[in-house]
């Protein structure tokens, strides 16, 4: 059996612990030794923005999957793979292509006021180890200067879903205030009564796991811990053998929008409002003014069209609570990356994660176990 619950009121299970919600509007904390976490009032579920005030949201509905979805599909085809960024605020003459149009339209519904947004595009399903997002080119020019300071992370992470093949089952996998993997075999750090970090009671790691699902959009604090595993239960398997399967694209496509968001400067190294000048998907004034390019011309839906995304709670027996199943994580990067020595963390879930990676739709909510540093 599983609780459904909204992502909202799964703070109030994880009180003293992962506070989900609740964050400023503020750059994700510079050093990864920062902890400190800002509190503040918790709404419901409604029409009003509130993403730019949480940890992590779930919204379905936010693109039109019948006609925009595809373009992007085609334009993230001929973009590449390569990262770009865009300045903010913008005018929709200003951006070079409807990928830019539909993520700035995105956080102006959001009421999100970051000035920079980095994005690229993947059109397939691949494994992608658990990482959190960095300022990578300044990390690699200040380590080959001999300077070592604190990873710079992103405001925010999003994940924009547009097309899933048939038998893609590839969650996007969140760790709650976790920032590397070193992290998810440490205590975590949480906010006391009188403003300061007390230790957790219990070593739990928090995970969320958000299924692809065309037209959805995930989106959570920049510096935090997130993978795709490929097989669908590979972090439960003693091996893989056999190579990964990437067409045809109607059973095994996944195709995704990844864009992060910076506050006063964006990233290091990489090409801000380039201009695209093939851009055969851009406006044209030639272009017979009807419904479906006004749609076209807006790109995302309205915020009061987009619908949250509750969070299903494993209900179990006491005894099936007991039961634990060995979990590996893979962990991208290199030592200073990952924060480990080695390449993957041994964790226990609840028997309930292999449900939780299989799931079609339902976000869910899984706790796993780390041992004390």
Known sequence: ???????????????????????????????????????????????????????????????????????????????????????????????????????DSILTELNDDAKYVEYWTRLEWRSIHAHADVDEYRAKEE?????????????????????????????????????????????????????????AEEDNVDLITVPAVPGRLLRFQ???????????????????????????????GRSVVLFNTWNDEPPLGLPVDEND????????DSVEENEDTKRVRYNCNKMHEWFPAPVELHSTSLEEQQQRVSTKVWLLGDYRRRDYKMQTVKLEAEEGLRKALYQGKDVMYTKLWSFVL
């Open 1 to 103: 059996m599983r609780t459904n619950i909204s992502i909202f009121a799964l703070v109030d299970l994880l009180v003293h612990k992962t506070n989900v919600l609740g964050f400023t509007n503020e750059s994700a904390s510079a050093s990864a030794s920062s902890r400190s976490r800002s509190r503040s009032s918790i709404s419901s579920c409604s029409q009003a923005p509130l993403s730019t005030k949480s940890k992590i949201d779930v919204w379905n509905n936010v693109i039109d999957v019948d006609h925009i979805a595809p373009s992007l599909h085609e334009e993230s085809r001929r973009l590449g793979l390569g990262h770009k960024v865009f300045s903010r605020p913008s005018i929709a003459a200003s951006l070079s292509n409807n990928i830019e149009r539909t993520l």
């Open 143 to 199: 380590q080959k200067a001999g300077e070592i300071n604190d990873f710079r992370y992103p405001r925010n992470g999003h994940v924009l879903y547009l097309q899933v093949g048939n038998q893609v089952k590839a969650p996007t996998c969140v760790f709650l205030n976790r920032t590397s993997g070193g992290d998810l075999l440490r205590k975590q750090l949480n906010d006391s009564e009188n403003g300061e970090l007390d230790v």
């Open 222 to 252: 920049g510096n935090y811990l997130h993978a795709v595993p490929r097989p669908t239960d590979f972090w439960l398997l003693k091996f893989v053998k056999g190579s990964q399967t990437f067409e045809p694209e109607e059973e095994w």
């Open 277 to 284: 000048e093939d851009n055969s998907f851009g406006e044209s």
